[in-house]
């Protein structure tokens, strides 16, 4: 699964790289965790792209309330199309998740090891993702705008630490997951695979990340030991 990864670039950099019309405010994130808001792109009512605010944990349209039942932070590629939490957003609400790298987490004699995922020219990339619009409850329940992220199987890089990762799509893959005319199940399945590992490179990192309340840039420092 993916359970934090950063998402750090001022939020220009992110429309200049991707394309993107209406922005928001964010600051810089190194430690995202489950329920609190990351920055998704999705297509704008208007046409074009918009950066958005989105709750990390998708909570399905029918969904009573946004309890534990429904903490979907991730889907798996290989049943997204079909669980019933999932398959109207995967015809109708996919969006990307920008990010320049995601933690994973090896165990070692001293305990669980976090390592840092990315790009080797450390740019950011774009994670699938599919999102929800919850119309909200009975009484003072607001509405909410949620996401998960999408998984498949670790490639030869990452697997030595975990068996999945998030799916990341390039540049041309990203444009067809976005497009509203495609509706093909399978093409759109298609695209849901490991990312290529020569372009990747991952590095261990402190064990400040495993608190999800530590959130700084010396998060992203290499230790010289996975042990260390």
């Avoid at 068996?163 to 976005?178: F, G, K, Q």
């Avoid at 199940?185 to 309340?213: F, I, Q, T, W, Y």
């Amino acid at each position: 699964m993916c359970g934090r990864f950063v998402q750090y670039s001022d939020p220009e950099r992110y429309a200049e790289r991707f394309g993107l019309g209406h922005l928001c405010h964010a600051e810089p994130r190194y430690n995202l965790a489950p329920t609190q808001p990351l920055l998704a792109i999705r297509l704008a009512a208007a046409g074009g792209r918009e950066l958005v605010p989105l709750r990390w944990g998708l909570i399905p349209h029918w969904s009573k309330a946004p309890d534990s039942r429904y903490s979907m932070i991730n889907a798996r590629a290989e049943t997204v199309a079909t669980k019933p939490a999932y398959r109207d957003a995967f015809r109708q609400r996919r969006c990307l998740i920008p990010s320049e790298g995601f933690y994973e987490w090896r165990a070692t004699k001293g305990g669980k090891q976090p390592y840092l995922i990315g790009r080797r020219d450390q740019a950011p990339f774009l994670m699938a993702g599919l999102w929800e619009h919850w119309r909200g409850g009975e009484g003072d329940q607001p509405p909410i705008e949620s996401c998960t992220i999408i998984v498949t199987d670790a490639n030869e890089l990452v697997r030595p630490i975990h068996d999945r990762m998030p799916v990341i799509l390039s540049d041309e893959a990203a444009d067809r997951w976005l497009d509203p005319d495609e509706r093909d199940p399978a093409a759109l399945a298609g695209l849901l695979r490991p990312a290529d590992p020569a372009e990747m490179r991952l590095h261990p990192v402190s064990r400040a990340v495993n608190n999800a309340r530590n959130d700084g840039p010396e998060l992203l420092e290499p230790l010289r030991e996975a042990g260390a």
